[in-house]
């Protein structure tokens, strides 16, 4: 299970540090599929993982590529309804719960496949300010959704995140992929303190993926620089619409 855990890893990681997101969305079924993990450990182990390589991609964002308030607006809404959301992962069936995760990447993959340049507004104001009357309640509720799916789920929501921040929101992209980053570690950390009591894996297993994802996140945030970025939204996009279908079968299947 090492092995499979690492190359997975690997994989996670690099979507991180490419978009931004979208390594939290593959990381459960990575894990399910993959490793051989069940449902119910790999949603707070891939939280773990994704939490984890998320921390370290951002790292070379920190001082310019990071919108810290609203990071920190959208997270904290967030931390809110991922308790909710996890309350309601424990009263549904995990067919149901793997068939919505389904349904939620082919709507993720089809919005990447449209165009992700900020449009600007309220929130991303040319001279590089925020008017926050007409913002905050757009961050907040953009927090309140990718919040709940992150304890449902096990995902981070850079998948929801990177296209809300952007066309949204209006973030550039160069602030975009840094703030998104930032998010999912605070929703990360929600959503594990949401599972606090259901992390009963192979700590071995979880912590090869993870530090195979971080290393990875840290190469492909270099190498995501140098690519342009609709062959990166468009290549994840349909890498994510084959994962959806194999996840949908694999539900309905069992």
């Known amino acids: 299970m090492i092995l499979p855990a690492l190359a997975f890893g690997a994989i996670v990681g690099g979507l991180l540090g490419l978009v931004g997101g979208g390594g939290s969305i593959l990381a459960v079924p990575a894990l399910v599929y993959g ?78 496949l449209r165009t992700t340049e900020a449009v600007g507004g309220s929130c991303a104001l040319p001279d590089g300010g925020v008017e926050w009357r007409s913002c905050l309640p757009k961050a ?40 998104s980053l930032v998010i999912i570690v605070i929703n990360s950390l929600a959503g594990l303190a949401a599972h606090a009591g259901e992390m009963h894996f192979d700590w071995m297993v979880v912590g090869a993926f993870a530090v195979a994802a971080m290393a990875a996140s840290l190469i492909a945030g270099r190498l995501g620089r140098r690519l342009p970025e609709p062959v990166l939204k468009r290549g994840f996009a349909v890498l994510v619409l084959v994962v959806a279908v194999y996840v949908a079968v694999q539900a309905l299947v069992r």
Do not use: C, K
């Open 35 to 112: 490793v051989g993990l069940p449902l119910a450990a790999a949603i707070p182990g891939s939280l773990v993982v994704v939490g984890a390589s998320s921390a370290v991609a951002v790292l070379p964002r920190v001082r310019r590529g990071v919108n810290w308030r609203l990071a920190v607006v959208i997270g904290a809404a967030g931390t809110l309804t991922a308790y909710l959301g996890a309350a309601v992962n424990r009263m549904l069936d995990q067919r149901i719960l793997l068939l919505v995760f389904a349904a939620i990447m082919v709507v993720a993959a089809i919005r990447m």
């Open 140 to 179: 907040i509720l953009t927090g309140v959704v990718v919040g709940f799916l992150t304890g449902l789920l096990g995902v981070g929501g850079g998948f929801l995140i990177v296209p809300a921040l952007a066309l949204v929101l209006g973030l550039p992209m160069a602030l975009t992929v840094g703030t």
